[in-house]
Antibody, heavy 121, light 107 residues
Framework: QITLKESGPALVKPTQTLTLTCNVS??????????VGWIRQPPGKALEFLAL???????RFSSSLKSRLTITKDTSKNQVVLTMTDMDPVDTAAYYC?????????????WGQGTLVTVSS | DIQMTQSPSSLSASVGDRVTITCRAS??????LAWFHQKPGTAPKSVIS???RLESGVPSRFSGSGSGIEFTLTISGLQPEDLGSYFC?????????FGGGTKVEFK
């Protein structure tokens, strides 16, 4: 059974760097075709893709946010970490990590419960 | 980036109604499209992939159709547990992108 769980600070101040961790189980981050991505959703708004890392360390980023994002994986710890620099109140959102697989079914088929991050001074 | 436009942005329907939601891509994406259902306060859950493939465990009242630019999600016989928001996602090209969402409420 694939599960993912996000963790990180609930509150960050403007200009700070956000670090979120996704702990995964039920699959290995080193298995061929596996990927884990991050998606966010401001309250009452749409989903927005942020970043994705595949088993072979290939990475994909949102075009508009890529300068602020870093994504890494630690296979031994079953973790994927997202960092976002220069946080702003407009970055207030629920942040989700999700599982995907490279190939013809490259959609997010399993999601974590999400973690709400508020940006405020 | 490929833009995904959903319509309507919201709708009100009654239990038993047939509901149709449309997603339009800014360029052709073959059938590389998934639909998600998100109940209030929970994470999205995939209901359709590859344009028309029903995900395991999803009731057969859900169906998807379309290819290329225009796609449709249909709920045939709306049930109370179907309320919430629906999103489409294209995975034809990077970066993957989502539609703006459709909120389904009951009359």
């Amino acid at each position: 059974q694939i599960t993912l769980k996000e963790s990180g600070p609930a509150l960050v101040k403007p200009t700070q760097t956000l670090t979120l961790t996704c702990n995964v189980s039920g699959f290995s981050l080193s298995t061929t075709t596996v990927g884990v991505g991050w998606i966010r959703q401001p309250p009452g708004k749409a989903l927005e893709f942020l970043a994705l890392v595949y088993w072979d360390d290939v990475k994909r980023f949102s075009s508009s946010l890529k300068s602020r994002l870093t994504i890494t994986k630690d296979t031994s710890k079953n973790q994927v970490v997202l960092t976002m620099t220069d946080m702003d109140p407009v970055d207030t959102a629920a942040y989700y990590c999700a599982h995907t697989k490279l190939g013809v079914y490259r959609y997010f088929n399993n999601w974590g419960q999400g973690t709400l991050v508020t940006v405020s001074s | 980036d490929i833009q995904m436009t959903q319509s309507p942005s919201s709708l009100s329907a009654s239990v038993g109604d047939r509901v149709t939601i449309t997603c339009r891509a800014s360029q052709g994406i073959s059938d590389y499209l998934a639909w998600f259902h998100q109940k209030p306060g929970t994470a999205p859950k995939s209901v359709i992939s590859a344009g028309s493939r029903l995900e395991s465990g999803v009731p057969s009242r859900f169906s998807g159709s379309g290819s290329g630019i225009e796609f449709t999600l249909t709920i045939s016989g709306l049930q109370p547990e179907d309320l919430g928001s629906y999103f489409c996602q294209q995975y034809y090209s990077d970066p993957v992108t989502f539609g703006g969402g459709t909120k389904v409420e009951f009359k």
